[in-house]
């Protein structure tokens, strides 16, 4: 059983945060990746050189600077309609920050109390959460995320509506599996036989219990909303036309590969390495945080 | 304790009130529609509005919601998965037609999963900490980080586009046939005698099949990983090696009987995943299988064939999971039921 006293102290001060988060290579590097990610996309509107969406139709399929034909203007080149690729590179990331951050908030927003309550009550709430989840794991989520993004239509509130429907009980229920195991614990019986309330034992003796375990579901979740995103624009079902992200990117960039292969590129490896970055984070953070849980999806 | 009729009855009741509930949320949700499914089917502006509404009422559009829902339930449970609008064809019908191509790729996934997965498995657990098995480690964490569809692109690209040494689209080149008996391509055509055939099927489910199997074989690898490194600290292998078995004959026989096992379930658990992760790499190689037929089916608000599509695949899951379970109490005992 993992020490919680001592990993709720690591989480509860700024200066055990930070230690832990530096305690290990692959947390470090995992933060790096993401923090670069995030600045990225919040400094979007200062950062791009031109407006993604800007179309000059002369100067289409421009490699990267520096190859045969480059143009000193477009460092990363243009696409199809001569749109440059560092902007909508750059506007890409902060799409992918919007989708991953909001996703995850509103997931563990109805996943967090969910998971807390039929853990800690049990009883009927809990066998029929349990029923509701058991139902919504007989879909593939990648249907069902189909499937509503096709009756909410396409944007990219749509996609996150879309990502919180089809994966709400991924911390509903790793969440409700710890909350078995707290709700048994010693500080849990001793909160009880002072008179506790079930509603403020919840929130002051279980709730921060599941805090390290919610850190590297988070991590995982953001990953499964970018790739989310990515394979609903990629099927022509995610963002808007004029909304930049990097699933249509990779789209667009395929069905031009002939004449400009960086097109899809560019996004694809981004896509890729905050992918890797996130999931070693939440490997490193699993290691640090709790070794018996394994990955799963 | 062994499986009781008891605990065969419950999970029964289980499984298919698992099913009814997909049957009413897949129901609600695309009744849910903002779009008019007759004026998709017509187009706009086609017929007069009473044309229309004749239209809607041969369908049962004009109904309400739960009267739709049990005039469905009750065909769905004789065996009638309703018609669908766009291809005018019986439901049930064109899933079946497409349902082996998908199996196919499903089935050849496991497969390269497993010898993939098994033989790295076993040689990062006879030298743990070797070159070997950290490669692997580190190997199959990256493929199952990076998710289906992702490795369907990337390998799009990489082996159809730029090396261009295998086909990147469908399940045989234009100028090839074979016909049909088993939906089987590899097994059709090898039925027909016809080796041509058989090769340029291969060739065409290679690249699908490895993007769809990427993630399974890092979950096959792990998973062989530790459970061998759990069965070669047993006390029956240290008594094979000192009735002095040769070291071959105690990994690959003796040790990997027993750990295979855990594998089992790991891709029976997998399944699932496959099952989702196939729509996607259909639509990217344009193999012609349920995937593929989702998208149509969710452009054209196609509600009977989108609603059996879902049933089919809950029927799948639930069905999955329920011989995992079964298959896991026969195998280990002391798992009990609740």
Redesign the interface.
């Known amino acids: 059983m993992l020490d919680l006293e001592q990993v709720n102290r690591r989480l509860t001060t700024a200066r055990g945060v930070f230690s832990l988060l530096t305690s290990s290579k692959k947390i470090l590097f995992g933060i790096i990746i993401l923090l670069v990610l995030i600045a990225i996309g919040l400094l979007a509107p200062w950062l791009s050189p031109f407006d993604p969406n800007e179309q000059t139709l002369g100067k289409a399929y421009l490699p990267p600077f520096g190859f045969n034909g480059g143009d000193s203007k477009y460092l990363l080149g243009t696409d199809s309609l001569g749109r440059d690729i560092l902007s909508r590179f750059i506007h890409g990331a902060s799409v992918a920050v919007y989708v991953s951050v909001v996703a995850t908030i509103l997931t563990a927003a109805i996943g967090v109390p969910l998971g807390v309550t039929s853990g800690y009550l049990r009883g009927k709430f809990d066998e029929a959460v349990m029923?509701?989840v058991?139902?919504w794991?007989?879909?593939?989520?990648?249907?069902l995320a189909?499937?509503?993004i096709?009756?909410l239509?396409t944007g990219l509130n749509n996609v996150i509506i879309a990502i919180v429907i089809a994966d709400w009980t991924r911390f509903t229920r790793v969440i409700r599996s710890e909350v078995l195991n707290i709700r048994e614990r010693d500080f849990v019986l001793a909160a009880k036989s002072i008179g506790f309330s079930p509603l403020q034992i919840m929130r002051h003796e279980v709730l921060p219990n599941v805090v390290p375990l919610l850190s590297i579901i988070a991590t995982l979740e953001m990953?499964v909303a970018i790739?989310v995103e990515?394979?609903l624009s990629?099927?022509g079902?995610g963002v808007k036309a004029d909304t930049p992200s990097w699933g249509s990117m990779?789209a667009d960039g395929?069905s031009y590969?002939?004449l400009n292969?960086w097109g899809?590129?560019i996004p694809?490896v981004a896509?890729?390495v905050v992918?890797?970055g996130l999931?070693?984070l939440g490997?490193g953070l699993r290691e640090k945080l709790d070794p018996r849980l394994t990955?799963t999806? | 304790m062994p499986i009781t009729s008891q605990y065969l009855v419950k999970r029964a009741i289980y499984m298919v009130l698992s099913v009814l509930g997909v049957s009413i949320v897949g129901f609600a949700l695309f009744r849910l529609l903002p779009g008019d499914p007759v004026e998709l089917i017509v187009g706009p502006g086609y017929f007069a509005k009473e044309e229309m509404a004749a239209l809607r009422a041969k369908l049962g559009l004009d109904q309400p919601i739960y009267i739709q829902y049990f005039i469905w339930l009750r065909d769905f449970l004789s065996g009638n998965f309703g018609r669908s609008f766009r291809f005018d064809l019986n439901v049930l019908d064109l899933i079946m037609d497409r349902l082996p191509a998908t199996l196919e790729l499903i089935i050849f996934s496991v497969i390269i999963a497993l010898v993939v997965g098994v033989v790295t498995g076993v040689v990062s657990a006879v030298k743990p900490g070797s070159w070997a098995d950290r490669l692997s480690q580190t190997t199959s964490f990256v493929g199952f980080a990076i998710p289906h569809f992702l490795w369907g692109i990337i390998f799009v690209v990489v082996f159809g586009a730029v090396l261009r040494v295998l086909p990147a689209s469908g399940r045989l080149d234009m100028d090839v046939e074979v016909n049909r008996i088993t939906g089987f391509m590899l097994i059709d055509s090898l039925l027909h005698g016809d080796l041509n055939a058989f090769v340029n099927a291969l060739t065409h489910i290679i690249l699908p099949g490895l993007a769809l199997s990427m993630g399974l074989i890092a979950m096959v690898h792990r998973t062989l990983r530790s459970s061998m490194l759990d069965v070669l600290g047993e006390d029956y292998i240290f008594t094979d090696r000192m009735k002095g078995l040769s070291e071959r004959y105690i990994i690959y026989v003796r040790a990997l009987k027993n750990a295979l096992m855990p594998v089992i379930t790991i891709v029976g658990i997998q399944f699932t995943f496959l099952l989702g992760g196939s729509i996607l790499v259909e639509k990217i190689y344009g193999w012609p299988g349920i995937g593929n037929l989702v998208f149509t089916a969710v452009q054209y608000q196609d509600l009977s064939l989108v609603q059996g599509i879902i049933m089919l695949y809950a029927i799948i899951v639930v069905l999955t999971n329920f011989v995992i379970d079964v298959i896991y109490t026969l195998v280990n005992p002391r798992v009990e039921f609740k």
């Not at chain 1, 794991?137 to 249907?143: D, G, N, Q, W």
Request: cysteine-free.
């Open positions: 029923r509701a058991d139902i794991m007989s879909f593939p989520p990648v249907l189909i499937t509503l096709s009756i239509g990953s790739t990515v394979l990629y099927a079902l990779i395929l590969f002939r292969p899809m590129f694809l896509t890729i992918i890797l999931n070693i490997d990955l999806r």
